[in-house]
């Protein structure tokens, strides 16, 4: 197996770096209920197929912890789930109808996002504040770039921005500016912990 360096560690693996198979099915299964409960976050929008959810912050926040290999597959997880009828998708949906209805391009940008992040996470940008900022714009850009293209065939290119994307603008900074808090927070306690 190739070893990892210090600054290639995402924070899950510094703060439990057992391997093994179990921890990775429960990292993965965990992190998979998590975004299905962030996805139960949700705030339906009159004007637009796509409701307001706390799954970008969840799909984001699991991607900086997890990397690159590990925050992607617990998306797949998550989604393979709510296709196989669990009640996981915003609003308790199940089936494949979220997939390929107006919400679709959001939940592939999922995917392309949480390697984005864990990438980057994987090369030291989840321990400064300025670093977590600009990951979470990428991510949330990607999010935004698949999903718009998806939501245009349901809305419209006239329509696309104004139900797709500037509702969650406010939001996303929200949940932009949580995460520049509490990665870097984390990390310094880990660097603490590990002075002791």
Same mark, same amino acid.
Request: charged share 10%; hydrophobic share 60%.
């Given at each position: 197996m190739e070893r990892i360096s210090a600054n290639q560690r995402v924070m899950v693996d510094t @703060?439990?770096?057992?391997?093994?198979?179990? =921890?990775?099915? &429960? $990292?993965i299964l965990t992190g998979s209920l998590l975004i299905a409960a962030a996805a139960q976050v949700k705030i339906p929008l009159p004007f637009s197929p796509v409701p307001i959810t706390?799954?970008?912050?969840?799909? $984001? $926040?699991l991607a900086a912890l997890y990397g690159s290999k590990r925050g992607p597959?617990? #998306? @797949?997880? +998550?989604?393979?789930?709510?296709?196989a009828g669990m009640p996981i998708f915003a609003g308790a949906v199940t089936g494949i109808s979220p997939l390929i209805g107006p919400t679709g391009g959001y939940l592939a940008g999922f995917l392309a996002a949480a390697y984005l992040v864990g990438l980057l996470s994987e090369r030291g940008w989840? =321990?400064?504040?300025?670093? #977590?900022?600009?990951s979470m714009v990428i991510?949330?850009? #990607? @999010?935004y770039a $698949?999903? &718009?293209?998806?939501?245009? +065939? +349901? &809305?419209?290119?006239?329509?696309?921005?104004?139900?797709? &994307?500037l509702p969650f603008i406010p939001g996303d900074i929200i949940k932009i500016g949580l995460?520049?808090?509490l990665l870097p927070a984390g990390w310094k306690l880990i660097r603490g912990w590990e002075r002791r």
């Open positions: @703060i439990w770096p057992m391997n093994g198979l179990l =921890r990775e099915v &429960v $990292l706390g799954q970008t912050f969840a799909v $984001l $926040l597959v617990t #998306v @797949i997880t +998550y989604l393979t789930l709510g296709v989840d =321990r400064k504040p300025w670093s #977590v900022a600009v991510g949330n850009a #990607v @999010i $698949l999903g &718009v293209l998806w939501l245009a +065939y +349901y &809305v419209g290119w006239g329509k696309v921005l104004a139900t797709g &994307v995460a520049t808090m």
